[in-house]
């Protein structure tokens, strides 16, 4: 029998990164596997199992495709007119694919020319660096490369973090693009800019609170050290705090305005829906409406904070879409979930000194390890913040879930295949159910819901669309790490879904402490700060 272990190892990670930030405390509940495919060298390309199949499809999904081979003086010529006109294209190096000669030879028999380059735009067979030098010469180079049945390429509805990348990559590669993004006021008349969750109402204001709640905490550790200050002198000014935060978000929104125009991407601010597999209909924040077609759609349009459905809820509650820009205090807060935002916003809330309590329906942390969970609950609840069923509080944040925001029967009458949550079934290739529509990131049925899996699967995305690529998005055993006081980091299974899927016989669970010699100094402290490290692991034979 062999015993394969799944994990990290060593313990020096944490004291590397304690200087940031209190990663030292991290837990990792971890269940990993092997992949041939993580395996491979990052330097060797895919082969397709059908060449034949494999070229036309990439002809007819690609834009401007350049077919070429890198010490081909005539190949070169045309890149170069191709960067003198600024004329974004793919690129395929066939003397750099192990396919290359039969890639080659279905060449030509689609163009009847053995030799490269080839130029196709759209599907189209344009010619050789002899019709490029002569269409550049006669003027008509451009004219040819625009030529378009439909008034984009790529339309994408969404412009957060997989939204972006999946347009920015397919202008990169000659699809002409546009981004339609509109962000819906919150019942509290909340609204921001361009760059979606994860830059406006998620990670980058969340971990910048959290690093606040560091501070203090670290304010807490430094008498420990010989520091010296008076305790009732400090106080935390949330308006400040806020301020400084909202001021570096709208220097993202407009950075990310800047880099879609210097790369021709058009950014229209305005609300999208999609009317059939090729037609947008959209309208602007001054009612005006149009429509445009493209040939292939991506929805990126992530989610939106889940309310009860209670009387009041939407009157005199609050979300993480309002908090991060909440003009003032929230006083004493009830946050409503044990999700991750949940957890996170209630615990940097009770460093910053605000009595906050936590309504648990059932369990924290739906979906990770039961065990660190609840480790991370009473963490929390020994540092301040409180797990009851009744108060009265003055601020009320709801984090019971996210849910995408269109119309059911709208989507289905296209013939999107939604679950029951409306998200978007789709293939390994993030297809949708409708040839021409893709989806990424949240609003994608069972993928994980984290910004850097969305900006990989949009590059990943583009790249199939438009440069010929075949790798697809590993979803599997993708990272991720919650920001509550007391931080936590996954890969992988959790316990219970191991036993699911494996059978508790077939699993062994091992768990290690481990303590710094930083916690040596803070005497009253050394007992409970201890860094869990947390291996599930497979036995095969």
């Not at 180079?141 to 990348?165: H, M, R």
Request: aromatic share 10%; proline share 4%; with cysteine.
């Amino acid at each position: 029998m062999r015993v394969v272990v799944f994990g990290f190892g060593g313990m020096h990670c944490f004291q590397r990164f304690y200087s940031v930030s209190r990663i030292s405390r991290l837990c990792f509940p971890v269940f990993m596997g092997w992949s041939t495919k993580r395996q491979m060298s990052s330097k060797m390309v895919p082969i397709p199992d059908d060449t034949s199949s494999w070229v036309k499809k990439t002809i007819n999904s690609s834009a401007v495709l350049l077919f070429s081979k890198s010490r081909c003086p005539y190949c070169r010529a045309v890149k170069q007119i191709f960067n003198d006109d600024k004329i974004n294209h793919a690129v395929i190096e066939l003397d750099k694919r192990p396919d290359g000669a039969k890639i080659q030879q279905v060449l030509s028999q689609i163009s009847g020319i053995s030799t490269v380059p080839q130029v196709f735009v759209r599907g189209e067979f344009v010619g050789d660096s002899s019709t490029i030098s002569k269409l550049k010469k006669e003027d008509k180079l451009t004219e040819v490369i625009k030529k378009n049945t439909y008034d984009y390429d790529l339309v994408v509805i969404g412009g957060g973090s997989g939204g972006l990348a999946a347009s920015k990559e397919a202008a990169r590669f000659g699809a002409k693009t546009a981004v339609f993004d509109f962000v819906v006021p919150t019942p509290q008349d909340t609204t921001w800019g361009l760059g979606g969750t994860c830059v406006n109402v998620g990670c980058i204001p969340k971990k910048l609170m959290h690093q606040a709640a560091l501070l203090r905490e670290g304010m807490s550790d430094s008498v420990h050290f010989g520091w010296k200050w008076d305790s009732e002198k400090i106080e935390h000014d949330w308006a400040q705090i806020v301020e400084n935060i909202g001021n570096h978000i709208h220097s993202l929104n407009w950075g990310y305005r800047t880099q879609l125009r210097s790369i021709n991407v058009e950014y229209v601010n305005a609300f999208a829906e999609v009317v059939d597999p090729h037609t947008i209909k959209y309208t602007k924040k001054n009612k005006e409406t149009g429509t445009v077609t493209a040939k292939v759609i991506i929805l990126a349009t992530g989610e939106r904070p889940r309310y009860p459905g209670i009387p009041g809820d939407k009157e005199y509650a609050i979300t993480s879409d309002d908090l991060f820009w909440l003009p003032y205090p929230p006083g004493k807060t009830l946050v409503v979930g044990a999700s991750y935002v949940a957890l996170e916003c209630a615990g940097f809330l009770t460093r910053f000194g605000f009595d906050t309590t936590v309504m648990v329906r059932s369990i924290f942390l739906r979906g990770f390890d039961q065990q660190m969970a609840d480790m991370i609950g009473e963490y929390m609840k020994e540092h301040g913040t409180k797990f009851v069923r009744s108060c009265v509080p003055t601020a009320i944040v709801m984090a019971i879930g996210r849910d995408p925001t269109w119309d059911r029967k709208a989507m289905e009458s296209v013939g999107l295949k939604l679950d029951k949550a409306k998200r978007v079934v789709c293939a390994d290739n993030e297809q949708s159910s409708v040839d021409s529509i893709y989806a990424i990131g949240d609003i994608v049925s069972g993928k994980p819901q984290l910004t850097p899996v969305a900006i990989h699967a949009g590059r990943y995305l583009a790249r199939r669309l438009y440069a010929g690529d075949i790798e697809l998005t590993d979803y599997v055993n993708v990272p991720t790490t919650i920001f509550t006081p007391i931080e936590y980091g996954a890969c992988g299974l959790s316990e219970e879904d191991a036993i699911t899927k494996y059978g508790k016989e077939n699993i062994e669970v091992s768990m290690f402490s481990h303590s710094q010699t930083f916690w040596t100094v803070r005497i009253h402290f050394v007992n409970e700060e201890v860094c869990y490290l947390r291996y599930i692991c497979l036995f095969t034979v």
